[in-house]
């Protein structure tokens, strides 16, 4: 079965410190892959996205994330973290089952230390 | 999501009650999706629908129904709710499995 694992529950950084965070998948062919972020109260908006082509993406608010077929990883990196990054990531895959449906991992909370 | 409304956004019942969520689009979107949100489970398929009338189980369906009569509206229904349904709900949207979701703004459920 396909599946999310978010290894870090929580992660503390210093504010300008740089940032990864880790997903790795688990599905047979080249999953279509997410990285969402939750603001306190919020819903879910999508910082970037991969589909084919340039392993290396860019999204919003100065994130990227690499995808390495070989580990079955797409982490997600900022170069240097702002206290309004603060808030609950999400790494998703989605696949052709279950109508095109997210599998979500467990979500990895960041918290910014100045 | 400005395409994508919930209603209620939240709400407070007791168990036992029937409770309905609505999810409404105006993406014209084939596909929309029914999770829930629980700390340290991330979201969860809990039905999903890939076009009127024909909707289908996901994870955690136990519970819940859904229905979709118009391609606008996606409803959720607890029919007799319990506590373990306490939970933010979310819906989603999309066209083609190559496009990212979209999200509403979810639904704060308390049984209680």
């Known amino acids: 079965a396909q599946s999310v694992t978010q290894p870090d529950i929580h992660i503390t950084v210093s504010e300008g410190a740089s940032l990864e965070l880790r997903c790795n998948y688990s599905y047979g062919a080249t999953p279509y892959l997410f990285w969402y972020v939750q603001s306190p109260g919020q819903g879910l908006q999508l910082l970037l996205k991969y589909f084919s082509g340039d392993t290396l993406v860019q999204g919003i608010k100065g994130f990227e994330a690499e995808f390495k077929r070989s580990q079955s990883s797409f982490n997600l990196r900022k170069p240097s973290v702002h206290w309004s990054d603060a808030a609950e990531y999400f790494c998703?895959?989605?696949?052709?089952?279950?109508?095109?449906?997210?599998?979500f991992g467990k979500g990895t909370t960041l918290s910014v230390s100045s | 999501d400005a395409g994508i409304t919930q209603s209620p956004r939240h709400k407070v019942t007791e168990t036992g009650t029937p409770v309905t969520l609505r999810c409404h689009q105006t993406?014209?979107?084939?596909?929309m999706y029914w999770y829930r949100q629980d700390p340290g489970h991330g979201l969860r398929l809990i039905h999903y629908s890939y076009g009127v009338k024909d909707t289908d189980k996901g994870e955690v369906s136990d519970g819940y129904s859904v229905s979709r009569s118009k391609t606008e509206d996606f409803l959720l229904t607890l029919e007799s709710a319990t506590s373990s349904q306490t939970s933010v709900y979310f819906c989603?949207?999309?066209?083609?499995?190559?496009?990212?979701?979209?999200f509403g703004d979810g639904t704060r459920l308390s049984i209680l």
């Open positions: 998703a895959v989605a696949t052709n089952q279950a109508g095109t449906a997210l599998i």
């Open positions: 993406e014209n979107h084939r596909y």
């Open positions: 989603a949207t999309v066209d083609r499995v190559d496009q990212p979701q979209h």
